[in-house]
């Protein structure tokens, strides 16, 4: 079975939307009108969301300022990424090496000198 593009209507009506109602005239007429019904806890709320995109915008042109840009931040992203698997592959030999010595891995640190608090 195809799937038609258009998308379904449903009975939600999103409170950020406005409303179209329809009403007659005294002509019988039928008028369209729009309301808007947002409440003031809702007005609140996107008051606040505004302010925090701006807070954000700001500290990003901050960020480029300094020197600071995407590219940089992806590439120690992927440095951040290959530390942390090689620290999981070191702890898993290390893993592997206690149970071939019988000991424990806080034993194997002690051996050789590593900070188990460090791991």
């Excluded at 019904?37 to 042109?61: F, H, W």
């Amino acid at each position: 079975m195809r799937r038609s593009k258009a998308l379904k209507q449903t009975s939600f009506n999103s409170p950020l939307k406005s409303a179209k109602v329809e009403t007659k005239s005294s002509e019988g007429n039928r008028v369209h009108e729009t309301q808007v019904s947002v409440s003031d806890s809702e007005e609140q709320e996107k008051t606040k969301l505004i302010g925090e995109i701006q807070d954000l915008q700001l500290k990003v042109e901050q960020y480029k300022k300094e020197g600071y840009t995407e590219e940089n931040y992806r590439k120690y992203l992927n440095l951040m990424h290959d530390y942390n698997d090689m620290k999981d592959l070191a702890s898993a030999y290390m893993g592997h090496l206690a149970t071939l010595k019988q000991c424990t891995v806080r034993e194997l640190y002690k051996q050789y000198g590593l900070d188990p608090e460090n791991d």
